[in-house]
């Protein structure tokens, strides 16, 4: 009898072992499953932000390329000053017209439309 009571427990603990194992199983499944969509979400992400930064990259060229060009060119110091700030060389008749477009004006529903 004692032999018998014996092969019951431990059946009963080979099972309560297993129904753990299979729960383990299962939330390590889980979790492993949670952390690869994070992992995917992040690498995206990743690439994104270093299209970003290419993109900033080139634009901060353009404008170190802008002002080396500015502080070595009388002649485009000149050219960026009439544009930019609407300087005029002595006694020369500058025109300044308003930044509206007419046809805005004329049409409203046209909008920033190119």
């Known amino acids: 009898m004692f032999k018998r009571?014996?092969?019951?427990?431990?059946?009963?603990?080979m099972a309560v072992?297993?129904?753990?194992?299979?729960?383990?199983?299962?939330?390590?499944f889980l979790q492993?499953?949670?952390?690869?969509?994070?992992?995917?979400h992040w690498k995206s992400r990743e690439a994104v932000l270093e299209k970003e930064?290419?993109?900033l990259r080139k634009e901060a060229k353009h404008h170190r390329e802008f002002l080396d060009r500015l502080?070595?060119?009388p002649d485009y110091q000149d050219a960026v000053a009439r544009k930019e700030l609407g300087y005029g060389k002595p006694k020369e008749r500058l025109y300044r017209f308003p930044k509206t477009?007419?046809?805005?004006?004329?049409?409203?529903?046209?909008g920033d439309k190119p």
């Open 17 to 28: 072992v297993t129904v753990l194992g299979v729960i383990a199983s299962a939330y390590l």
């Open 71 to 73: 502080r070595r060119d």
């Open 5 to 13: 009571e014996y092969m019951d427990s431990k059946k009963a603990l």
């Open 101 to 110: 477009n007419v046809s805005i004006e004329l049409n409203p529903e046209i």
């Open 32 to 40: 492993g499953k949670i952390a690869f969509e994070e992992y995917s």
């Open 53 to 55: 930064i290419e993109q």
